[in-house]
């Protein structure tokens, strides 16, 4: 792994650089905790925020931009299409919509959030066939620099890929210790897309464990640290959270020590409890 630091780009399979860690926004609050965090983020040294229509704090980028004076061209921006926006016309509206909330005429990279909404169980596959058929269209026209997708299992993809005529870039998934989606993982890469992580930390609970603590001394580094490290070298791209300036900073310091072959195979079996990815057929959403 060649990265010098977090301005580093993985290059999309459309040739869209995609700095190498993104700053996570999923259960960050959408008042002015969130627009501080953002704050704190750009000036920390992050290029990439990854947020959600389903996040609600989308407005909290706006706003953190206005205050900011970082140049939105120097800045990747993700977004994703929420469950009840699975039309065209729903994808093309909810994103103007996410868009203002943004304070942006484009985004860097659109995912579908979830491939089977609740409502849509009998239906999933063609909803998905049209909301991408949309995103296409916005990326024809150019106001998203790149597509992809959250949460999709290969009979996801499989699904898609029948009707796309652009296939997926990315894929972000769940990934920490513990937590490897193994044919998810080699069926995305073998689509050439990218794989990002939600959840590195696996929401804060590798923070607590005893293997992570016994690692933390070897490497002299925080166990945060070496989850954000370890997801980078297992080819990853991770999205950390936090609104904590200190720990956002920290978060970025991953790129001077490197964790040996063994101990990268070692971290991949920790088990500190972390919930498995959610079964994208199921959620109650
Ligand atoms: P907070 O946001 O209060 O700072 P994940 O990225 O896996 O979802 O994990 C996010 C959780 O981990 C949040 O609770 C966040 O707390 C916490 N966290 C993020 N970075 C660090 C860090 N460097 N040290 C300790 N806890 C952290």
Not at 44 to 59: K, L, M, P, S, W
Not at 163 to 189: D, F, L, W
Not at 190 to 207: C, D, F, H, N, Q
Request: hydrophobic letters at 35%; aromatic letters at 10%; one cysteine or more.
């Amino acid at each position: 792994m060649d990265f010098k630091d977090q301005n580093s780009t993985f290059r999309l399979s459309n040739g869209v650089e995609i700095p190498c860690i993104g700053f996570g926004m999923w259960q960050t609050p959408s008042d002015e905790v969130g627009v501080a965090s953002v704050l704190s983020a750009l000036e920390a040294g992050y290029r990439h925020i990854d947020t959600a229509q389903a996040y609600r704090n989308e407005q909290c980028v706006g706003e953190a931009f206005r205050r900011s004076g970082v140049k939105r061209e120097d800045v990747f921006i993700t977004t994703k299409i929420w469950n009840d926006a699975h039309s065209y016309d729903l994808v093309m509206s909810s994103f103007e919509e996410s868009l203002k909330k943004l304070d942006t005429s484009y985004v860097d990279l659109l995912l579908i959030h979830w491939p089977n909404p609740q409502a849509l169980r009998d239906r999933w596959q063609a909803a998905n066939a049209e909301t991408w058929k949309a995103m296409e269209e916005l990326y024809r026209a150019g106001r998203v620099r790149a597509i992809g997708i959250s949460n999709f299992r290969k009979h996801h993809i499989d699904a898609l890929l029948e009707t796309a005529e652009i296939p997926p870039m990315v894929n972000q998934i769940k990934h920490c210790p513990g937590v490897i989606q193994t044919e998810v993982e080699e069926y995305s890469r073998s689509k050439g897309m990218l794989l990002e992580a939600y959840s590195p930390l696996g929401t804060g609970r590798m923070l607590e464990s005893e293997e992570m603590k016994a690692l933390s001394e070897k490497y002299d580094r925080s166990i945060a640290q070496i989850c954000i490290r370890w997801g980078l070298q297992r080819g990853y791209l991770p999205l950390p959270k936090s609104i904590t300036p200190s720990r956002i900073e920290e978060n970025l310091r991953v790129f001077d020590f490197e964790i040996d072959e063994d101990d990268m195979n070692y971290i991949a079996g920790i088990d500190a409890g972390v919930r498995n990815a959610s079964n994208p057929d199921a959620v109650p959403f």
